[in-house]
């Protein structure tokens, strides 16, 4: 099963409304961390939000925020007021943690493409 | 503090040559991570350090790729003999910790090293 799952391929979204990129994930451990990156077209990945699983409120960060549903295992992506530089890659990740390994381990989406039309 | 380095910045080279990546995590981070990311898709974790030892390293194609991180600073990922299948961006991310408490902490990325095998 995918740990990490992003239905979206690619969105548009008119420049300064807002906008809902989807992500579910899997896991069955209790401690797990949900992140968002940024990747524009020059190639690097940007770190966008964290929302820690015992989090009792939605994460947000400026212009984002983090829709949290732990019972539908969902942590969607909101982007307000979008400009065109919100035009990106953007990749839904967890954190696991790994009793067995000792350790933890990133698990990716497959990304959604934005593309903010002026 | 400064971020993730990585060289070279571009790669061109031809089937059967070989090829060396290197990465110099943030300062003080203890684990260190290379990925895969072929072009439309997320990235594929190919190798975790944790200081100087090996956490996971199942997704390496053992039989061509090699990496090593002396002195749990920096990292060198090789590629002996490369195939066309290989042209990718290999990222490198570093991240403070990778134990079971640290399922918060973002992972930073490298710019990347885009590579083309002819």
């Known amino acids: 099963a995918q740990k990490i799952t992003q239905t979206q391929p690619g969105m548009f979204v008119q420049e300064k409304e807002a906008v809902t990129l989807d992500c579910t994930y899997d896991t069955s451990d209790p401690s797990y961390g949900l992140f968002w990156y940024k990747q524009p077209s020059s190639g690097e990945m940007i770190f966008l939000i964290y929302q820690g699983s015992y989090d009792q409120q939605n994460a947000t960060e400026g212009r984002y925020s983090l829709n949290f549903q732990k019972a539908r295992k969902s942590a969607n992506l909101v982007i307000s007021a979008s400009q065109l530089g919100d035009s990106a890659m953007y990749f839904c990740a967890m954190r696991e943690v790994s009793f067995l390994r000792g350790g933890n381990q990133f698990y990716f989406g497959t990304g959604t493409s934005l593309t903010v039309i002026p | 503090e400064a971020g993730v380095a990585q060289s070279p910045r571009y790669k061109i080279i031809e089937k059967r040559q070989s090829v060396a990546f290197w990465c110099n995590p943030i300062?003080?981070?203890?684990?260190l991570y290379w990925y895969q990311q072929i072009l439309g898709q997320g990235p594929k974790l190919l190798i975790q350090f944790q200081n100087n030892g090996v956490v996971d390293d199942s997704q390496l194609p053992k039989d061509r790729f090699s990496a090593e991180r002396l002195k749990g600073v920096d990292s060198t990922l090789k590629i002996q003999p490369a195939k066309l299948e290989d042209s990718a961006v290999y990222l490198c991310?570093?991240?403070?910790?990778?134990?079971?408490?640290?399922?918060?902490?973002?992972?930073?990325f490298g710019n990347g090293t885009r590579l083309t095998v002819t």
């Open positions: 991310a570093s991240s403070q910790e990778g134990g079971l408490s640290s399922y918060n902490s973002p992972l930073h």
């Open positions: 300062s003080g981070h203890a684990t």
